[in-house]
């Protein structure tokens, strides 16, 4: 019998943390997974945004890239004033526009808190190469259908997505954040795969 795929790390975007993840944590505690913060000990690593870029070689059997920021001849300076004004609507609508503005402050929080890794960011004109899959790790990808930084032509012109099962859900670039259940249940599903 094969083990079960329990243990999961976490690697976030380069303007977010562990606050925007809380609720993300404890949907991953309620489905009886548990977070780790060393990537090379997880049976799972789930990198959202840049983080999908920051995934270390490792043994880890289920990798999940959510919201990886791929548009080919987009500017990141659009795709994050389209991705703000998506979200302005979206959390009017909502009534949660207060949840927004912490967001937005503790992103501005990390970014001036880690400038190494925004010097980095912008320096890079290609991000560091994704993970590729293999006969014993899978690597999904989770895009959501209104992301402003990942094209919906991302399995046609990312060579790596190629070999990535691709699933799409509604929503916006940090809906993972805000309603982690659909994003746990896709972990579960390809994690019960592998087991």
């Not at 500017?75 to 909502?94: F, I, T, Y």
């Amino acid at each position: 019998m094969k083990k079960q795929l329990k243990s999961i790390a976490l690697i976030h975007g380069w303007a977010e943390g562990s606050w925007q993840a809380r609720r993300f944590v404890e949907c991953l505690q309620q489905n009886d997974l548990e977070l780790i913060t060393d990537p090379h000990n997880a049976d799972i690593i789930v990198g959202h945004s840049a983080g999908c870029y920051l995934v270390p070689e490792t043994k880890a059997r289920l990798i999940v890239l959510i919201g990886l920021p791929y548009w080919p001849g987009k500017p990141l300076v659009v795709s994050w004033l389209e991705k703000l004004k998506a979200e302005v609507g979206q959390h009017r609508g909502r009534r949660d526009f207060g949840w927004f503005l912490r967001k937005l402050v503790h992103n501005a929080w990390y970014i001036l808190s880690r400038p190494s890794s925004l010097y980095r960011f912008l320096k890079n004109k290609r991000l560091m190469s994704l993970p590729k899959t293999s006969t014993n790790t899978k690597v999904v990808l989770i895009r959501n259908l209104e992301d402003r930084f990942c094209t919906p032509k991302v399995a046609s012109l990312l060579p790596e997505a190629k070999d990535y099962p691709i699933v799409e859900l509604p929503g916006l670039h940090d809906d993972c954040w805000l309603e982690p259940q659909a994003y746990i249940e896709i972990i579960r599903k390809y994690a019960d795969e592998l087991a």
